[in-house]
Nanobody, 112 residues
Framework: VQLQASGGGLVQPGGSLRLSCAASGSISRMGWYRQAPGKQRELVALITRARITNYADSVKGRFTISRDNAKNTVFLQMNSLKPEDTAVYYC??????????WGQGTQVTVSS
């Protein structure tokens, strides 16, 4: 399974961005992690095939994760972005057998 992410870029504080990630095969959970410079990779949001979601406390109420099961695609709508959201965002997926997959990472920079 390969993950192809798109979206990201430079946005001002308070702005919005949308990330997308398409998987090439059958997957179970999909989601996003992020890694800021000098910090460990952390969970942003996950969504199951049943659309049960899990968010990091730092993004609750601002980010929304969704998915299109027919297209094996996950989306992350990011609103009210803050400078501390600046990071490389990695698409994540796991298979029904428990294998983990990672996308190539996309840079999100929130700066005025």
């Amino acid at each position: 399974v390969q993950l192809q992410a798109s979206g990201g870029g430079l946005v001002q504080p308070g702005g919005s961005l949308r990330l997308s990630c398409a998987a090439s095969g059958s997957i179970s959970r999909m989601g996003w992690y992020r890694q800021a410079p000098g910090k460990q990779r952390e969970l942003v949001a996950l969504i199951t095939r049943a659309r049960i979601t899990n968010y990091a406390d730092s993004v609750k109420g601002r980010f929304t994760i969704s998915r299109d099961n027919a297209k094996n695609t996950v989306f992350l709508q990011m609103n009210s972005l803050k400078p501390e959201d600046t990071a490389v965002y990695y698409c994540y997926a796991d298979s029904p057998s428990g294998i983990n997959y990672w996308g190539q990472g996309t840079q999100v920079t929130v700066s005025s």
